[in-house]
Structure formats: C-alpha cells, structure tokens
C-alpha cells in the first residue's frame, strides 16, 4: 500500500475501534488495530516512486481552453434541465471516468423526454472528454487529427455551438501549433508549388512535439538498465497501459524512437492528405526491425539446471511478447552452455513487456500476468487504481520488493481524475465501515443459513391445507371457505435465463419449468404469453419468427398475449416525441408497422407493454386472480408434431389469406381445407355432404356452401327508384338469386 492509505487505514482503525473479519467489517476493541494493521498491510510494500511531469506551454493552454468549454457547457445543461436532480452534474465529475455512467443512471430512464438541446450538450461532453483524454494519451499528431476532425461543416451543426467560443479557437490553434510550430500549415496547393519538397519536410519534421511521457519512460527505462548490469539474474520490466493503441504505439516508440514514430503517423494522415511524401527509408526501418537479431538454431544438447532456466523462460517468451525481443532466440536449442551466455549477453537484461490492462474478455489477465512473468519493475505509464490493488495484493503473497515507477502529469485532469478516484473509494470504505456499526439484521436473517424468508413455501400439500382449514370454531363448526390453491404458472425452461421466473416465485406463485414450444408462459388453460425483450421483438419481426409464433399461440389459445419488456433502466418508449430525436427513425417507425399489421392479421392476440420485469410479475398475478389453473401435461402436448399436416410453408400465403376469409372457415379447419382440396375448382365442385366431411361440422359446411354458390349482384334500378329506404337506412343493396 500506499504511505497515504496505510495511514488511512490506521486512522480508521484507531478512531472506530473497528476489526475487519472473514465475514464481514464487525466493531471490535481499538486495541486489536495494530495486530490487525500487521496482518493487513504485507512486510514486503513496493518501492513506490513518483514521477511528476510537466505539461509544455501549448498543452496547458489546450487544457485550459477544454476545461472552460467543459464548464460552459455543464452550466448550460443544468439551467436547461431544472426538473433533473443535476447535484452529480459538476466539471469535476465531467473530466471523471464515471460521469457517463451517472449520466446513464439518470437520463436513461426520461431519455426520450429531452430536448433536442439537452441531447446535444450530452453528446458534446463526451467529446470534450474525449479531447481531454486525447491530449494526455496520445502523440500531438494523432490529437490534431482528432481536433481537425471536429471541424467540419457537419459537426458544427450537430454540436450545440461550442465551436464558436473563444476557448474552442484557442484549441485549435494550439493543436495545429504542436505539429507544425510557429510557421503556418502547408497546404496542398503550396506544397505542389514547392520545388524543394525536401526541405519543407525537415522543416516539418523538425518541429514535432514528443510526448514528455515518452522521454520520461526512456530515461526510467536507462536506470533500471544501469542496475540491472550489475546483477546476473534476468530481470523483468512491466510497462502497464490504459489500452492496446497506447501500447502499440510504446513498443515502436522503444524500437524505432520518437521522432521515426511522429514521422510515421504524420506521413500517413496529414501528409497523405496534403501531397506530402516520406522519406524512402522511413517504413522500410520498421520492417527491417521486426526481422533482425534472428538467431541460429542448434542442437537439443542441455540437462543442466541452466536448461531448466531456460525452458522457463521459453515458456515465457511463448505466452507473452517483450519489446525487442526475438521469440525464436528462446525457442531455438543451442549446443554448449557458451552459447547460452551468449544469447543472454546480447539480449540484456531487463525483459520489457508493454501490456495494457484494459481486455474485457478476461478480468483475471493482468493477475495472472503478474503471477507468471513474475516482474521486479513496473512502470504505470497510465494511472489505474484497479491495477495498483492486484499490484499490492500480489506483493502481499511475494516476499521479493517489486519496485513501481508512477508517471503523471503535475497538475492536470490526470491527477485530478486519480486524485478523485481514491477519494471515492475512501469515501465508500467510510460509508460501510458506519453502515455495518449501525445496522441492525433481523435474527431470522443474517446470512449464516440458506434459508431465505422470501422463498418458503408450506411443506403440506395442498389436500392437507384444504382439511386442514375448512371449518371455522367462531360459527359452531361450521364449513369456512375453502383454503386458496396456490397459483401455478408454467414456464419454459429457455426463460429461466432471465430474471422473470424468480420475480414471479418472489410473488408467491408457484412454477412449473417445462420445455414446451407454444408460447413462453402459460397462465391459465386459456391464456398465453409470449414474452419479448425489445431487441428480440425487432429480430423476430423482421425474420418473421413472430408470425408464426402468434400464429401458433392463436390457433391452441383463445386468449394469446404478446409480451413486450422493456428493460427497467432504460426509457419506457419506441420513438421519442421530439423531431430531432435519435430514436425517431425508420426502424422504430418500422416496428410500429410491423406491429400494427401483426394486430390486423391476428385480432385476437393482445399486447401488453411492460416497462420492467417487476412490473410483468405484478400483471401476471392480476391476469390469473379467480382463474383456472394451467396443466401442465396439456401444455408439453402442444407441440409441432400435434398436427402433422400443418405446415404454414408448403401452402402459397396469398390462397391461405383468401381462404381463411370465406365463411365457415376457421383455423382449426383451414389446413384440412388446404391438404384435402387441391385448387379452387374442386372446392366449388364439392356438395354440402363432402364439405362436411372435409370441415368436421355441418354448419360451417353450410355457410361455405352457400358463400360459394349464391350469385350476388347490385339492385335493379326499379328497387332504388322506389325510395331510400335501401339506401339511407342501410337495408337490403344486393338481392340473392338462386
């Protein structure tokens, strides 16, 4: 630990008497505070050493200038927004790595409630922040590519006006001022004018700024080189970054140099741009140093403990990628141990490995990172509170001193940034240490057992509750009302990956997870559900998935009901109510056709919209209050293979719209009709007897019949001449003629 957290740690310990245990932050005697501090805080601490760098002149003025839009634009967002709790909404908090999360907190829920203004002021901080983070990660040639990039016509209408402050102007002239110096910028006309090409380009060249952070890690990197020579063992270095560009850009940095990086980006974005063209050795170094120091290979001759070094490191070599080095000078055998010491003699010691800590796949990479190469250096080229703790819990399990370098930037929103991080983290350290001494837990519920009051359920079964409860002594004994069954709804196995099925048990209803493949919850012998989150309602609307979902629920269900779950933090909405509102666009408007032609062609199916899954369980309860409850050997018999004759696919949709809309034709006869009855001919040659054998009922047989043969045609003129009474009154207009 830090010299400053262990003297937090002891002050806290010292004035709240408190005993940090296995089970939690328990109040104990202050005299336990130094055998616990001993405990906690490891013999072996790291060699911390700070850095403090100094910004150049141009870089502290694009600081300040991007600070003042900053708070600009924070101000301008709170006045417009006075009904939003804006005390989180402060210039501090803006240049934090956790103020789009709070923002997200906040204005994800009423997104589609704000103005078209308040959307740009949001859009316009994260792009400040992205400047921000632009100018102390990144070289000054890839920061005026960002810069030059904000100023087109396009951005400058989508911005909320930040482009036109003063402080945005001082931005721009000192981005364009750290690539090209105090001369102005060439242009393409200029340059093609130019007949002494090479000289402007030393110019240019000559006047790129290097990253203070860079010259400072050369010169960490030289010091540990000086005492490493001394030694004999093959030392690591750790170079830890904020991601895989910085770290890209680092190891051609210690390759090729500063000033052979800054000339190779800028030759590729603004001089590719303005016609300018590089020297002819300038990329052919890069390729030339990713070959050499190519080492010969020999022969499987070492049982020595040297071998056994060796193979260890090849292990290392194998897995992860130092700077410099050549992996196969570590695969490859040599025949005597000379040429071992000579393999270690040209690569010297220390091993330098870049990596960045930010890989999403594995949260346990840079613990295991430090376990296996096991470094004696590291260097924080970026701050990262979440690495300096694995770094000191490892230190605690390791008795040899590792030593950390700490870069940053004196004064800057760097510092600040990091500065604010652990006064958040003692912050909450504080907020948990009072709330655990104050908190009182329930005896029946403090965690020591398994047992959850939420989840019990009666042992008996529900003909013991029935017998149990069904006279009442204050009547004379007389039979009282019968014990309620418990509700049951079944739901398919595939939901139990969301949270749905648990907030229903929550609510006291019992589950019965089946696997059945109409609808997702069955609520009653009538009622169906097929729940939707929206981005499964917009795939199954365009793949058509949901058409024959609803088709299916329709056709076993007299009561189907589509589900749409909306997700509790976020907005309850498809399409916002302002013009310029990104959620305004053709897929929302889309999915609302979609919908509408889904009702049209389904009458039956209902829609219910659900802002949260709390708010699904609390309607499920509702819908089956004085219901029936759902079986489920009925529902697991409901399935595809119920009616093999079915088969939506193998029938042209527009003859099966056509005839499911003749009368006497419904969906439990339609597919007989269409298996049985080879074209529209047949069906109209077929008597009532044939019909009914097709149809399964006499009735609609006869309503078919009669819709097929009964000529129909508009009333005589002689009819309409004798009143409006067939007109007005909405009588007879067609006479039947058999």
């Not at 790129?208 to 690591?236: D, H, T, Y």
């Not at 004196?410 to 908190?439: C, H, P, S, W």
């Not at 018999?637 to 419904?666: C, H, M, R, W």
């Not at 909405?730 to 039947?736: A, C, I, S």
Request: net charge neutral; glycine share 4%.
């Amino acid at each position: 630990m830090l010299e400053y957290e262990n003297q937090m740690l002891l002050d806290l310990l010292h004035e709240d008497g408190l005993l940090v245990a296995a089970n939690g932050i328990l109040p104990r005697g202050a005299r336990y505070a130094e055998s616990l501090c001993q405990k906690v805080v490891p013999v072996a601490e790291p060699e911390v050493i700070e850095l403090h760098l100094k910004m150049t002149t141009p870089v502290k003025q694009i600081q300040m200038a991007v600070l003042d839009l900053i708070t600009e634009t924070v101000q301008e967002l709170r006045r417009s927004n006075s009904t939003i709790d804006t005390e989180e909404f402060t210039p501090e908090n803006a240049i934090s790595k956790s103020f789009e999360k709070i923002l997200k907190v906040q204005l994800e829920p009423i997104w589609h409630q704000l103005s078209s203004r308040t959307k740009m002021l949001i859009a316009d901080l994260k792009v400040m922040r992205t400047v921000l983070m632009y100018l102390t990660q990144y070289d000054c040639v890839t920061f005026y590519n960002l810069v030059n990039s904000l100023r087109t016509t396009e951005t400058a209408i989508q911005s909320s006006g930040w482009m036109f402050l003063g402080a945005a102007e001082t931005l721009f002239v000192n981005a364009k001022l750290r690539v090209f110096g105090s001369a102005a910028s060439p242009t393409k006309k200029s340059v093609r004018e130019d007949n002494a090409k090479k000289l402007k380009r030393e110019y240019i060249d000559q006047n790129l700024e290097a990253n203070p952070k860079w010259l400072a890690l050369s010169e960490v990197l030289a010091e540990i080189r000086e005492e490493v020579q001394e030694g004999k063992n093959l030392e690591k270095c750790l170079v830890v970054t904020q991601d895989d560009r910085t770290s890209q850009q680092l190891k051609e940095y210690l390759i090729d140099g500063a000033q052979v990086v800054l000339r190779r980006i800028f030759y590729r974005t603004i001089g590719a741009k303005m016609g300018l063209q590089p020297p002819p050795n300038l990329f052919r170094d890069k390729d030339k140093n990713m070959q050499k120091d190519k080492g010969k290979k020999g022969k499987k001759t070492k049982t020595t403990e040297e071998a056994k070094e060796e193979v260890t490191l090849t292990q290392i070599t194998k897995k992860y990628e130092f700077v410099g080095q050549d992996k196969s000078e570590f695969t490859n055998e040599a025949e005597t141990s000379e040429e071992i010491e000579e393999i270690r003699r040209r690569f010297l010691s220390p091993l330098i490995m870049v990596q960045s800590v930010r890989d999403n796949s594995d949260p346990f990479m840079m613990t295991r990172l430090l376990e296996e190469v096991q470094p004696k250096y590291i260097i924080m080229y970026d701050s990262d509170l979440t690495f300096i703790r694995q770094v000191e819990v490892w230190q605690a399990n390791h008795i040899e001193r590792v030593r950390v370098y700490f870069l940053l930037y004196k004064g800057t929103t760097e510092e600040q940034v990091y500065l604010t991080n652990i006064k958040r983290e003692k912050d909450a350290f504080e907020y948990l240490i009072n709330e655990k001494a104050t908190m009182v837990i329930p005896e029946y519920n403090d965690g020591k057992s398994g047992d959850h009051p939420d989840l019990s359920r009666d042992p008996r079964k529900a003909n013991e509750i029935d017998i149990s409860g069904n006279s009442n002594t204050r009547k004379g004994g007389q039979a009282g009302e019968e014990a309620k069954v418990p509700q049951r709804i079944i739901v398919d196995m595939r939901e139990f990956r969301s949270e749905l099925p648990a907030l229903i048990h929550k609510r006291g209803i019992d589950i019965d997870p089946v696997t059945i493949e109409v609808g997702d919850y069955i609520l009653t012998p009538d009622v169906c559900v097929e729940r939707k989150s929206l981005s499964d309602l917009i795939g199954s609307l365009n793949s058509g998935r949901l058409y024959n979902q609803a088709q299916a629920m329709t056709r076993y269900y007299k009561k189907p009901i589509l589900l749409i779950e909306f997700d509790q933090n976020k907005s309850f909405h498809l399409q916002g109510r302002f013009f310029l509102s990104s959620d305004a666009s053709s897929s929302a408007k889309d999915v609302a056709a979609k919908l509408q032609l889904l009702t049209l062609h389904f009458p039956h199916l209902r829609l219910l919209w659900c802002p949260s899954p709390y708010a699904t369980a609390e309607i499920f309860q509702l819908l089956k209050e004085g219901k029936e409850e759902p079986v489920v050997a009925q529902a697991q018999a409901i399935t595809a293979e119920t009616n093999p004759e079915v088969d939506s696919d193998k029938f042209n949709p527009q003859i099966k719209d056509f005839i499911s809309k003749l009368p006497g034709i419904t969906t439990k006869n339609i597919y007989s009709v269409l298996n049985k009855v080879s074209d529209l001919s047949e069906l109209l040659s077929l008597s009532k007897d044939e019909l009914t054998e097709i149809l399964g009922n006499s009735r609609n047989a006869q309503a078919l019949y009669s819709g097929l043969h009964h000529c129909m045609k508009p009333p005589e003129k002689e009819d309409l001449k004798k009143g409006s009474k067939f007109t007005k009154k909405g009588l007879k207009r067609f006479r039947t003629k058999m």
